[in-house]
């Protein structure tokens, strides 16, 4: 007698389980690692920007970023002045703020080409809370620039702050709050 013997259902069922779970562990492993690439990202971006600032302080005295129109005086860029807010967001020559985003300002004397973006968030901002994207504010004489960080290892989360180049503390002025940034380079505005 030649019997064929094929698998029983709950052999099965420990087959398909145990494919199931390694298939999510490697799914979480995947996530985990692009989270960490996107956030690496953001650090490596806000350390160029940090640099380009710096080079435009050398040379001009101050944090107040312009915009290179060819001719003094030169506009502010980002939110009014001192330059603040937003960095890649501008609107154009109808905008009272905003008319040049802070990255245009930078890219315009030379200091970056061409300016970092966030790798989530491509687009002009939607001034909403947890949105990612880079801002920078200074009153002249100091500076800090923020983003927000998927995962920032860190508890509480406001206490995200890159302490090697920055005050170390919460900042009474900026976007830490309202739009839910939480990871700081600069000397501590």
Excluded: Q
């Amino acid at each position: 007698m030649n019997k064929s013997r094929g698998f029983t259902l709950i052999e099965m069922l420990v087959v398909v389980f145990i494919i199931s779970l390694l298939a999510s562990i490697v799914i979480v492993t995947v996530n985990r690692s692009r989270v960490e690439a996107k956030d690496a990202k953001r650090k490596t971006d806000l350390a160029t920007i940090k640099t380009a600032v710096e080079l435009y302080r050398d040379r001009f005295g101050t944090y107040d970023i312009t915009f290179n129109t060819g001719t003094p005086p030169y506009p502010s860029s980002g939110y009014n002045s001192p330059s603040r807010g937003w960095f890649n967001y501008e609107c154009g020559a109808g905008c009272a703020n905003y008319k040049y985003s802070i990255a245009h300002g930078l890219e315009s004397w030379g200091f970056l080409n061409p300016a970092p973006v966030d790798p989530v968030h491509n687009g002009p901002p939607s001034w909403a809370a947890g949105d990612y994207e880079y801002m920078l504010y200074t009153d002249g004489n100091k500076y800090s620039i923020y983003t927000r960080l998927e995962n920032p290892n860190c508890t509480p989360v406001g206490d995200c702050w890159d302490n090697s180049s920055s005050s170390g503390t919460y900042a009474s002025v900026g976007p830490t709050s309202a739009y839910e940034m939480n990871y700081r380079v600069g000397n501590g505005y």
